[in-house]
């Protein structure tokens, strides 16, 4: 895959470096990546694809030159919960449809169906289970900074799931039986994985460009696009919108499969089974993926992933639960003078808007209260036009 055009120099082959947010700024960077583009030469409407390929070349040497071992067996674990969960390993619970005279988990009725379930299926659902969970843990180990993320791509998974099921009990041909009752729950289940998407897409994106001009800035605008182009999210949103369509199939085919009375003795049923499998294979990779590319853009940095309105809104809360008197006034690390920028009280850093006629304060990285531009992370100094980062305009002793 790298042979189209991409040179690599022998840096780019290096270790994982131990800290794993620097990785990201080193070695090849995605601007200087070069590609073929013949077809977005000759056809511009198609010029998006070509930016996929380019930024998918580039994931793609990243996950050679950062993916560790720990990486791998992770996306072992989730594959093996997957296909525990879809196949019954000759049990028979799947394949067979089950009793259709015991339904309900009532576990005081005789009759009900989670008390005539197998042993054996119960052990192979509670060992599934098991994995699924030991595949969340190692994503919170291995993406510290993308824990809430993981969390919200298994509600994701978990809405799809249960509207699909749900939908199917009222209408095992379901959408093909047009039962308007499970149309709705599918429905519902769809709008809250778009809005989980939504959500983790904008705190992404937001949290990068608070990233880019803290970490990144220069005074030369072009400077600041190539930066921006660096961290490109394009492929990054495309597999995230990928998985919010592909776990809704993953979550069909299975209910699909299990919807029907003995679907081991319909001829090509099991086709569903397999598209099950196959797709979760996908989805487990999906869900690594869209954790480990945020992890090693941001991870250097001393930042949280979220929305500019929540970043907003955390400082808010923060600011009025304590005195918020200035206590500490910032001077310029090159020549001291003295500037706008301020601790409060509560240990928040504090800077005067740079736009024209607006007189508002607030957090250095987020959003103006007053006119909604973004305050600037790094302060310029009146003085001798240093520019500098908001808290190099104190001493570390200062600062505590």
Known sequence: MLSHGMSMSEDDAEEEPANAGLVFHEGMRLTTMKTAQNLSVEYPKLEPLHHIKVELLFHYHKIRTTWTLSHWITLGIGCLAVLLSGWDLGIGE??????????????????????????????????????????????????????????????ALMAAQISQYWAHGYDPEFP??????????????????????????????????????????????????????????????????????????????????????????????????????????????????????????????????ESDRARQVSKTSTSTSTNSEPVLQGKCPNCSEANSVRILSNGEIETDCMVDGCNSQGVPGAKCSNCGERLSSRVICGACQTSAPAKDYFSDNEAW
């Open 176 to 305: 093909f039986g047009l039962e308007s009752f499970a149309v709705a729950v599918a429905g519902v289940g769809i709008i809250l994985i778009a809005f989980v998407g939504f959500i983790l897409q904008r705190a992404v994106m937001e949290t990068r460009d608070v990233h880019v001009e803290e970490r990144h800035w220069h005074p030369d605008p072009r400077q600041m696009e190539l930066a921006t182009r660096d961290h490109s999210l394009f492929a990054w949103g495309t597999a995230l919108l990928v998985y919010c369509i592909l776990v809704m199939f993953h979550s069909w085919s299975g209910a699909h499969y299990v919807s029907i009375r003995q679907p081991g003795e319909i001829t090509g049923w099991w086709i569903f089974s397999l598209m099950y499998i196959l797709s979760g294979f996908i989805l487990v990779w999906l869900i690594i993926h869209i954790l480990w590319y945020p992890q090693i853009m941001l991870g250097s940095g001393d930042i949280r992933i």
């Open 94 to 155: 799947l394949t067979s449809g089950g009793s259709y005279e015991n339904i309900g988990v009532g576990p005081n009725s005789q009759d009900s169906g989670i008390r005539n379930v197998a042993t054996a299926s119960v052990a192979l659902a509670m060992i599934s289970m098991g994995l699924w969970l030991i595949f969340l843990l190692r994503l919170w180990s291995i993406f510290p900074l993308m824990r809430s993320q993981a969390i919200s791509l298994f509600v």
